[in-house]
């Protein structure tokens, strides 16, 4: 376990938040590899903000724990100086400018780079003086990442960055993120929320998928795509078998579709049809999975 | 961290500074030409010994009555303008566009930042109510001095050093209510209801008048009594001073209070003469229509029926004044001032529980 926690620059425990009644997140346990970039996707309410907040130290949970950066999240200056984090608005101070950020920041945290945060700002063209509220969506993101970044955090935890960007502004976002990756050298480690697949898969080497407020899958993408298939064979009843988990099924009167984890990366039954399948459909299929037994679960109570 | 406090709070200070700017331009001139009008009428009504009709002079011609009143409810109203304009956006501002999110993942933990924050806004408050009560008191001077009513209600909220410890009340007040429910409109909404409800209708009426045992003072029913107001008599030692009149009783000699609705059936005048409708009744209960029924003096309450009080004084009845006498005023400033100081404590700990504890 402890050597786990040194690996892993995140390590929950069946971290749960409750919300009076309501579980916003419930028994998430994921790791996360120090250095790698994370994504972090699920339907809208699954839970990811909620997530990225305890990680953050901003709410307390209500069950389990969660070992970040080998603390345990904390209000404390000491736990939030290695982490960047950006909320899901990009909020901002609208009527201070770019430059007044940076100084807050300066002033505000006891390690802390004015200077590459000014550079990266003005490599990008974007004007310092103004104020924030006036600056574009995607300036103001970029505004906002070079603030995260400026704390040289050896966390960065970013709450659906792009999400209310235009393509383009997102493509340029996700570079400037994949640059300030690479220019730390595997010491920073990112874990970034998201419902736009084709945006993560450009950047991100680890998947975490959430739904319904419970963890469904956390692993490297490249095994995930080696162990996730797609088997198609004649109808069939019984399908169940050791050597893969069913993720969905699709029956027709001829055909069963099945999209599988394999168990160890082999399949003994020959009379399928094995066929790759992609990121995308694989956290749909997690997506769907969780609708179906949430959907069965209440059909089961409203007949009881 | 006060880098960051300046920079938000900046724009309210500099507010305040014109305001205060604008205040004092106006009141240091008419102050020093009032008072010195004052001590000039004091010394020409001395030889012509027309002294107690000063008031009326000077208020109708030098200050208007009614400016009196614009200065004194406008300094009454300084430390809710500040609750509701300083207190509850401090929080709110920051909960409805997020911000907190920001700063709160700065490398300063909440608890600083919230303390910085309460230091500036709480002594930026306490420095502009003391600036503006402070040149109220000194403008006020001859006010106090010719109407001898600065220890009133509404003069003694105005003056001294009590808007001090209001507008810190006021302001944390705010900020709690901002903190609390997060939402702009109706955290107003609360703070005001609830800073009226304390300083404007409870402290004053409920509270102050009980600091101190009131001190107690018998008179003729029917002298020349001031109803609502201060009685003239020569005798009494409320007629030169400005003391907080508490209460107004008709009590018999035993000290039992008169009930207006069934008094000494003797004393009823059963044909109350034509166009005599009774006072209205306020918190003080006694009213007197002296010498309205050829040299009877008469008097009803709340529709009751109509008194003779020239009757009721040979039975031993006799108007019972409970007062604080005009020394106590710097007491009554103390003690409320401290009081308010005290009642602070509960909205700015209940701040940095909603902040610490609740979730962002």
């Known amino acids: 376990m402890s050597q786990k926690t040194a690996t892993n620059a995140i390590q929950t425990n069946g971290l749960g938040k409750r919300y009076r009644s309501f579980w916003a997140l419930k028994d998430c346990t994921i790791s996360v590899p120090k250095g790698s970039v994370s994504a972090l996707v699920g339907p809208n309410g699954a839970g990811k903000s909620t997530l990225l907040k305890l990680l953050v130290g901003l709410s307390s949970p209500s069950a389990g724990s969660a070992n970040v950066l080998s603390k345990s999240p904390s209000q404390s200056s000491a736990y939030i100086a290695e982490i960047g984090y950006l909320a899901q608005e990009i909020p901002m101070y609208s009527s201070l400018s770019a430059k007044e950020h940076i100084a807050m920041g300066q002033h505000l945290n ?149 999209l599988v984890r394999l168990n160890n990366n082999k399949l003994n039954d020959p009379s399928w049809h094995v066929r790759d399948v992609d990121i995308e459909e694989i956290v749909l299929a997690y997506m769907g999975q969780k609708r179906n037994v949430a959907n069965a679960l209440a059909a089961k109570g409203g007949a009881r | 961290m006060n880098w960051l406090a300046w920079r938000q709070h900046r724009k309210q200070f500099m507010v305040a500074g014109i305001f205060l700017i604008i205040f004092a331009s106006f009141m240091i001139p008419t102050g020093l030409n009032f008072w010195h009008t004052y001590q000039h009428a004091l010394i020409t009504c001395k030889t012509t010994d027309t002294c107690n009709q000063l008031p009326g002079e000077l208020l109708q011609s030098n200050i208007d009555g009614l400016l009196l009143h614009l200065v004194q409810a406008a300094i009454m109203f300084l430390p809710i303008l500040l609750g509701l304009f300083w207190g509850v956006p401090l929080m709110t501002k920051e909960y409805t566009a997020g911000t907190n999110k920001l700063v709160w993942t700065q490398g300063i933990s909440r608890r600083k930042w919230l303390s910085v924050k309460l230091v500036w806004v709480l002594v930026g408050a306490a420095i502009t109510a003391g600036a503006f009560a402070g040149l109220h008191t000194w403008w006020a001077r001859t006010g106090n001095a010719l109407n001898l009513d600065r220890f009133g209600s509404v003069a003694f909220s105005s003056q001294g050093i009590v808007p001090v410890a209001y507008a810190i009340f006021a302001v944390a007040l705010g900020i709690m209510f901002g903190a609390w429910f997060k939402r702009t409109m109706v955290a107003l909404g609360v703070t005001v209801i609830v800073l009226i409800a304390i300083m404007l209708v409870i402290v004053p009426n409920f509270i102050r008048p009980q600091y101190e045992t009131p001190v107690s003072y018998k008179m003729s029913l029917t002298g020349n009594v001031k109803i609502n107001g201060v009685p003239t008599n020569a005798d009494n030692p409320l007629s030169n001073s400005a003391a907080l009149v508490v209460s107004q009783t008709t009590v018999s000699s035993q000290n039992q209070p008169l009930d207006w609705a069934n008094p000494p059936k003797q004393c009823i005048v059963t044909t109350p003469p034509q166009g005599f409708g009774g006072i209205p009744g306020g918190h003080t209960k006694a009213v007197a229509a002296p010498g309205t029924n050829g040299g009877e003096a008469l008097a009803s309450q709340n529709g009751g029926p109509t008194i003779n009080l020239n009757c009721l004084q040979s039975m031993g009845y006799q108007m019972q004044i409970k007062y604080q006498p005009s020394y106590r005023y710097w007491d009554f400033q103390r003690i409320e001032a401290g009081l308010y100081l005290a009642l602070s404590i509960i909205p700015i700990g209940v701040t940095y529980w909603l902040v610490l504890k609740r979730d962002a």
Request: aromatic fraction near 2%; glycine fraction near 6%.
């Open chain 1, 110 to 258: 006891s390690n802390w780079d004015s200077v590459l945060a000014t550079k990266r700002l003005n490599e990008l063209s974007i004007p310092l003086g103004r104020p924030v509220g006036k600056l574009s969506g995607g300036q103001r993101a970029q505004v906002a990442l070079g603030l995260a970044l400026a704390k040289k955090p050896n966390l960065l935890l970013l709450d659906e960055p792009v999400a209310a960007l235009d393509p383009l502004a997102r493509v340029d976002f996700l570079k400037s993120l994949a640059h300030a990756v690479t220019d730390a050298e595997g010491e920073l480690t990112v874990v970034m929320s998201s419902h736009l697949l084709a945006d993560l898969e450009r950047v991100c080497d680890h998947l975490i998928i959430l739904a319904s407020g419970e963890t469904q899958l956390c692993d490297d993408i490249d095994r995930v795509l080696k162990s996730h298939k797609l088997l198609v064979g004649k109808h069939q009843d019984s399908v169940n078998s050791d050597d893969y988990t069913i993720i969905q099924q699709t029956d027709t009167t001829k055909e069963t579709t099945l």
